[in-house]
């Protein structure tokens, strides 16, 4: 059993399910890291442990806020092995050997395999699915969340009286900006971020139609908008949110959102010159998203764990992905 619930973490739709329709759930653990006095979690160095997957999308938008926020010393993390099936994520074994940092065994918890041992240690009747990104509490023995978009604005400023005025003046989610970026992410998210998901994991030639059209409408949306004012980020010469939460469905788009799940109206490279441009400049310029992007954990995962669409091969193309 892979969850606490009926449903089997590799029936990515529900097989009763006639719609055909992919159903992103809610994450289950919602707290947050404060700075406020009475705080179940306040900020501290070392307390707070990551669990990511290079693989995830999602996971990745934390490991690139730790960075270019300076976290690296105060919040340490471990990657998942790229493999996951039915327990779900599991942690590589001591005799395995994955690119990327700290692709490990667990460090905090030296008697678990995988990611799910960690949620059932904290809630033993747990009934939901097991995700990264995953915060811990190491003192308490808690969950924090496993919302990304929830963890990464925790990491803008709920770390700052730790952190040099270097990384204390980045400024992910500038006031100024707050109503662009959230009407961009309600879209970019709902048609983008989850429509590749939507679009691949569809059961049914018409939950298909519905959602990867969409997708490709939005993409056209963006490109349109970084035509018009990319210099050269979404929102103008310094990164935002908005950059952050595009860029990891964009990376993974052309290496298998194309092929994998059947995304393949455009490609990016030669579909979408302005978010191709966008995308080359944060891989290759800046190091918070092109250290942390990790192409084989990408590929091997989809192709490997994904077995509803494909179960023996992982592609071994595109060539020169950026």
């Not at 009475?38 to 669990?51: I, N, Q, T, V, W």
């Not at 990319?230 to 298998?256: C, H, N």
């Amino acid at each position: 059993m892979s969850t606490g619930s009926e449903q089997k973490i590799t029936n990515w739709v529900d097989p009763k399910d006639k719609s055909g329709e992919f159903k992103r759930g809610q994450s289950a653990f919602r707290n947050f890291i404060s700075r406020k006095p009475s705080a179940e979690f306040p900020p501290e160095k070392g307390r707070y442990h990551l669990y990511v997957s290079y693989a995830c999308p999602w996971a990745h938008r934390t490991l690139i806020v730790r960075k270019l926020k300076g976290l690296e010393d105060i919040i340490p993390y471990t990657s998942v092995h790229w493999h996951m099936l039915e327990k779900g994520w599991r942690f590589v074994t001591p005799d395995e050997k994955l690119p990327g940092k700290n692709v490990t065994p667990d460090p905090v918890h030296k008697d678990v395999s995988h990611l799910r041992d960690i949620y059932f240690q904290v809630d033993p009747e747990y009934k939901g699915r097991f995700t990264v990104p995953t915060l811990y509490d190491v003192k308490q023995g808690k969950i924090v969340s496993n919302e990304s978009s929830e963890i990464i604005r925790m990491f803008y400023t709920e770390f700052d009286e730790l952190l040099p005025e270097k990384y204390k003046s980045v400024d992910l989610y500038p006031e100024n900006l707050r109503t662009q970026i959230e009407e961009t992410n309600a879209w970019t998210y709902e048609n983008i971020n989850n429509g590749v998901y939507k679009s691949g994991f569809a059961t049914t030639q018409e939950a298909y139609e519905r959602n990867v059209y969409p997708l490709f409408a939005h993409l056209d949306k963006a490109e349109a908008h970084l035509e018009a004012n990319a210099s050269p980020f979404y929102f103008g010469d310094k990164i935002t949110e908005a950059d952050v939460r595009l860029y990891t469905t964009i990376v993974r788009f052309d290496p298998v959102y194309v092929q994998h799940f059947k995304c393949n109206i455009r490609d990016i490279r030669s579909g979408y010159p302005h978010l191709h441009k966008w995308l080359r400049k944060l891989y290759w310029d800046e190091e918070a998203f092109g250290s942390t992007t990790q192409f084989e954990h990408i590929k091997r995962h989809y192709t490997r764990s994904h077995r509803q669409i494909n179960p023996f091969v992982c592609v071994v193309g595109p060539f020169g992905l950026l």
